[in-house]
């Protein structure tokens, strides 16, 4: 497992933060996000070693929620409602991603 330090870190946030804005630009506001999306980026139960790869998807899914989380103050209800909708899924990948980032580490230090 590569060793990630605080600067590593802190660049591989700001990447992952710049791309997804330079990838969602163009995106509609009232753009819907499904769980099969969600775990077409980690099937459900596979195990990675990668921590960094794992660390980026967290940084995006925080990014993609705190974004939903704005459109919830959205005049237009249509997009509040989808916003809602996408909230709950974000949250539960937010919460697996946590999950998968404690089993790499348990099992490196494990070892």
Not at 1 to 29: C, G, N, V, Y
Not at 52 to 75: A, F, G, P, Y
Request: hydrophobic share 35%; no cysteine; proline share 3%.
């Amino acid at each position: 497992m590569k060793i990630l330090k605080s600067a590593d870190i802190s660049e591989l946030i700001q990447k992952a933060i710049s791309d997804w804005h330079t990838q969602s630009q163009h995106r509609p506001e009232d753009y819907v996000i499904v769980t099969d999306e969600i775990r077409r980026i980690r099937p459900l139960n596979e195990h990675r070693d990668d921590l960094e790869q794992v660390v980026r998807e967290l940084v995006i899914t925080n990014t993609e929620m705190w974004h939903e989380e704005d459109k919830v103050r959205s005049q237009k209800d249509d997009v509040v409602l989808k916003a809602i909708r996408n909230i709950n899924p974000l949250n539960q990948h937010r919460n697996d991603l946590i999950e998968e980032i404690d089993e790499i580490v348990l099992d490196k230090v494990s070892k």
